[in-house]
């Protein structure tokens, strides 16, 4: 069973203050894709990695995919109250599964 | 273009009841995906169809869980016989050529059993 490990688990911070959070498996992805999921509402998606080594940005955030394409990070610089919500890392397995892995994600708060 | 539609957003059953839960994709998108998130935990692949034809249900329990995605009409997801351990958020997504790069998620629909 392919696992993906997220932490931190929940993370507290205020505005402004920059952070990163993680995604980590000992299997090897096709893709990676990161979410953020609202109380009460299904994910957003908001990038998928597909190559070892990428970097991508979206505005404030920077996502990286792990040379190995093993792990990821998702950095979010001066954060604001509106990034509060659940961040999950998804993934497909290689071999083009169309089953998508979850981790249980990093409930983020930014404090105003 | 309307997103993925989920109903009803809310349901609650009793328990040996029948949940039915619905899933419009966007328009053009013949690839649905089910996906069931208990609390605290992350979400769980269920089944994955493309119009017709089931392709993948190896997340879906063998009893009482079915679905299918007829030619005209929404994927449905069927429940029978409810138990307390069925409560959870159930999310479908859908995409226009499989895979997930461009995947959207539905809004849920959140099913409580009493």
């Known amino acids: 069973t392919q696992l993906l490990e997220q932490s931190p688990q929940f993370l507290s911070i205020q505005e402004g203050e920059n952070l990163t959070v993680y995604c980590n498996s000992s299997?090897?992805?096709?893709?990676l894709q990161w979410y953020r999921q609202e109380p009460g509402e299904g994910p957003v998606l908001l990038v998928t990695v597909v190559t070892g080594g990428e970097v991508k940005k979206l505005k404030r955030l920077t996502f990286q995919f792990g040379d190995a394409r093993k792990d990821s990070s998702l950095h979010i610089t001066a954060a604001q109250p509106g990034d509060t919500g659940l961040y999950l890392c998804?993934?497909?397995?290689?071999?083009?599964?169309?089953?998508?892995?979850f981790g249980k994600g990093t409930k983020l708060t930014v404090n105003p | 273009n309307a997103g993925v539609m989920q109903n009803p957003r809310h349901l609650v059953r009793r328990r040996g009841q029948e949940a039915r839960l619905r899933c419009s994709p966007m328009k053009g998108h013949s690839h649905v995906y089910w996906y069931r998130q208990l609390p605290e935990e992350g979400l769980k692949f269920m089944v994955y169809?493309?119009?017709?034809?089931?392709?993948?249900e190896s997340g879906m329990p063998k009893e009482r869980f079915s679905a299918e995605f007829p030619k005209e009409g929404p994927s449905i997801l069927r429940i029978q016989q409810v138990v307390r351990g069925d409560s959870a958020a159930y999310f479908c997504?859908?995409?226009?050529?499989?895979?997930?790069?461009?995947?959207?998620f539905g809004q849920g629909t959140r099913l409580t059993v009493v």
């Open positions: 998804a993934a497909a397995s290689q071999g083009g599964s169309e089953k998508l892995v």
């Open positions: 169809l493309q119009k017709e034809n089931i392709i993948d």
């Open positions: 299997s090897v992805f096709s893709s």
């Open positions: 997504a859908s995409s226009e050529t499989g895979g997930y790069t461009e995947a959207f």
